[in-house]
């Protein structure tokens, strides 16, 4: 042991061993995650995992039961992983893939476990809280690096139901949230350990009074913060939900009908949308390239005096290769911008290291032959009302909004009105709709737009710059909605500055470490 004593060590006989520990605190997060989302669950389900690495006995075992965490945290909340390869290769080969994917993204989990018991043997009381917490931000903000990786289920996201405590993450970012929860999982860790230890139990009750007493106020903020309504100018935003399944092939013609049909009846509501936002890969063939697919578009913005944003699959003449676009065409008919996925789908829209893949394993998981072209910069489709209200629209594709930064740069680029298009038809569960949503939620209010969302089946939606949803299309219909959305300019500090919480949580750490050992000095006998 070296530097301190273990804040979290207990003179009691712990009641759990370890593992068991862990697997508790990963299933009770499972459950505050959509669905079921019981989501006050994950302001107590780290706890103990928090007292089983740091009663660890070495690192390699903390490790472990980080690791036993994650397993039993993410088997259950992407589930579906499995459900959705199953229906795609019409083999039990997608139970592979699931498996896979737990083994290898629980990992950051045992990281963070390994990380806590070194933290646990050289901080003590409200350092290590804060140092825990700070240590969790970064390894959440780690998923996020690289093609290949999957940031699903952040801790942030469990609280999309309970808007308030969300607020504040125009300044932090989700992972100021995903801080607050954990310093209450830490102090209430903390607490539990030297509840029967009178020397030290007033200074844990006085961190967990704390650690409470921060969230009740941010709450009370984000209650604040929620009741003046958006303001500025407005625009009339039709979502278009086609019910499009990706397991269902439908015609050039079938698509054009159901585009037609449902433009027409929104056409017939007051106020008549100004916008229509179309799915990702809704568009009945090539929107930049296929004539005939041009001048069906152009005729169906002429015919609606309204834009179109459709989702395309779009040639690169160039590159040889698709691309997954979002598309504009303008009030005037105008094929006007375009927008290309940057952040592509890891063996869905392309295939890391496929050199390297047996041709059998290939075969076995149908991997498309091609990889999507991915896109390289975050293009704004602007265009004009007839009024000459300039709208700049800023989307960001499907998986796109599981990363923050994609919707944070089209705000930061200019856009007063952000869109999200995406092709959840492939999800064969209710709780990966939900859990996609959860992160657009978190979207809207760190920039402080509102989003309109167009998905092939659902959950297509509107949320304004508090995260609320203002209107939903029932899941798996045909249908449409249509709002008033401001147009809003200003930046947040998090739009301006990005995950500098991130950056902040590393240098607390390094403070932390630093003035302790500045302090065992002190003490040092001469």
């Known amino acids: 042991m070296t530097g301190t004593t273990n804040s979290f060590d207990s003179t009691l006989k712990p009641r759990f061993p370890g593992l068991r520990l862990a697997a508790l605190g990963g299933f009770l997060l499972f459950l505050a995650c959509p669905v079921p989302a019981l989501w006050l669950l994950a302001w107590v389900a780290v706890a103990p995992l928090i007292l089983s690495v740091t009663r660890a006995v070495r690192m390699r075992q903390a490790f472990w039961r980080g690791y036993i965490f994650g397993w039993f945290f993410l088997a259950p909340v992407w589930y579906w992983v499995g459900l959705t390869i199953v229906a795609w290769t019409h083999s039990q080969i997608g139970w592979f893939a699931w498996f896979g994917l737990t083994l290898i993204l629980a990992l950051f989990y045992g990281f963070w476990g390994a990380g806590a018991w070194w933290l646990s043997r050289r901080l003590t009381g409200g350092r290590l809280i804060i140092a825990l917490a700070a240590a969790w931000v970064i390894m959440e903000w780690a998923r996020t690096l690289g093609a290949i990786t999957m940031p699903w289920a952040q801790l942030s996201y469990t609280q999309y139901r309970f808007l308030p405590v969300l607020q504040f993450a125009d300044v932090t970012g989700a992972y100021g949230v995903s801080f607050l929860i954990m310093l209450v999982n830490g102090a209430l860790a903390d607490w539990y350990n030297k509840r029967g230890q009178k020397d030290l139990a007033t200074d844990s009750a006085r961190w967990l009074w704390a650690t409470l007493t921060l969230t009740g106020l941010l709450c009370l903020y984000g209650w604040a913060r929620m009741l003046p309504a958006d303001t500025g100018k407005t625009l009339n935003v039709a979502v278009m939900q086609g019910n499009f399944n990706a397991f269902v092939q439908q015609t050039p013609e079938q698509q054009m009908q159901v585009f037609t049909e449902m433009t027409s009846q929104a056409s017939q509501t007051i106020p008549k949308p100004e916008l229509y936002v179309w799915a990702e890969s809704s568009a009945p063939g090539d929107a930049v390239h296929d004539g005939s697919v041009q001048s069906f578009l152009r005729g169906l913005a002429l015919d609606s005096q309204a834009a179109v944003v459709v ?145 092939t089946t659902g959950i297509t939606c509107i949320l304004d710059s508090k995260g609320q949803t203002i209107a939903r299309v029932p899941d798996d219909v045909k249908s449409w909605e249509t709002r008033r959305m401001r147009l809003m300019d200003g930046k947040t500090l998090y739009t301006r500055f990005g995950d500098w919480f991130v950056a902040f949580c590393a240098l607390v750490i390094a403070g932390l470490l630093y003035r302790t050992r500045l302090s065992l000095h002190a003490v040092k006998p001469a």
């Open 311 to 455: 989702g395309s699959a779009v040639r690169d003449t160039k590159a040889h290769a698709r691309a997954n676009t979002a598309v504009l065409y303008d009030p005037d008919g105008r094929f006007s911008s375009l927008y290309n996925k940057r952040q592509l789908v890891p063996f869905g829209e392309f295939i890391p290291y496929r050199d390297l893949i047996p041709s059998s394993v290939a075969h076995a998981f149908d991997f498309p032959d091609d990889d999507v072209l991915q896109g390289k910069e975050a293009a704004l489709l602007p265009f004009s009302t007839a009024d000459g209200r300039q709208v700049r629209l800023g989307p960001f594709i499907c998986y796109e909004a599981m990363y923050p930064n994609y919707a944070r740069e089209m705000t930061a680029s200019g856009a007063n009105l952000l869109i999200t298009q995406s092709n959840d038809s492939w999800f064969q569960s209710r709780a990966a709709l939900e859990q996609h949503l959860a992160a657009v939620t978190l979207r809207a209010i760190e920039n402080r737009r509102e989003i309109a969302r167009s998905t």
